[in-house]
């Protein structure tokens, strides 16, 4: 999907939204939302049209079997981007979240090649993705329940689901500064694609934006 030009995001345009980003009630939507849909929904158009060419044999031993957690009985009726927008609506869940997101799924479907992305996984994939990017990256969370109702699925799925994902992750969860930098680029690339500008690289540690705020804080007494 690429970008209209009512959705083109220009560099200032994005620093001034990640630098300004607030995590109040009224919060707009980060930017990363609309270029991590976009990504995941030519994947899952990628993924369709393998499947229909070469048809998907899926073995149910091992992992495959357990992969086959996240399928749905049905495909959910809501596209990607307005499921993310829902998830955000109700977590508030900062931009960095959404690319360390994009980091886990990454990571899993390189550590498991027989998994594909499809109408069926994606919805789960992505609530349970940001579900556990958030508590790696947030200090304050909601809990599983809570997830699992913007979600769409039961708390007993949602737990399921986190378990599953971690123990087929290996607990490699770790994203450090050279990494998350390395995924924004992609994001990056994906929005010139679509319309030529940059999106926001949204990650500093947060042991950096404390440091900084309290040598502002110091400068700012001393300049009183």
């Given amino acids: 999907m690429a970008f209209s030009s009512n959705m083109a995001i220009s560099p200032r345009k ?22 991590l849909a976009s990504l995941i929904e030519r994947t899952l ?12 044999n899926v073995n149910h031993n091992g992992s495959k079997t357990r992969i086959r957690v996240f399928d749905c009985n049905e495909t959910p009726d809501m596209t990607i981007q307005s499921y993310l927008e829902r998830i955000f609506r109700y977590t508030k869940a900062g931009p960095s979240v959404y690319v360390v997101a994009y980091v886990y799924i990454d990571r899993f479907c390189r550590s498991l090649p027989e998994f594909r992305i499809t109408g069926r996984n994606v919805h789960r994939l992505l609530i349970t993705t940001i579900m556990v990017a958030s508590k790696y990256v947030e200090d304050m969370n909601y809990r599983n329940s809570y997830f699992a109702r913007v979600g769409g699925i039961t708390t007993k799925e949602m737990n399921t689901l986190e378990l599953e994902f971690l123990f087929l992750m290996n607990f490699k969860l770790h994203v450090n500064v050279s990494v998350f930098e390395s995924y924004c680029c992609h994001l990056e690339r994906e929005v010139s694609i679509g319309g030529g500008y940059h999106i926001e690289k949204t990650l500093r540690c947060a042991e950096e934006i404390k440091s900084q705020q309290r040598e502002y804080s110091q400068i700012a007494r001393i300049s009183l």
């Avoid at 939507?29 to 270029?35: G, K």
């Avoid at 158009?45 to 998907?56: P, S, T, W, Y």
Wanted: charged residues 25%; glycine residues 6%.
């Fill in 14 to 35: 994005l620093r001034y939204d990640v630098y300004s980003y607030s995590y109040q009630q009224d919060s707009k939507t980060p930017l990363v939302i609309s270029v």
């Fill in 45 to 56: 158009a990628r993924n369709e049209r393998i499947g229909r060419k070469c048809g998907l």
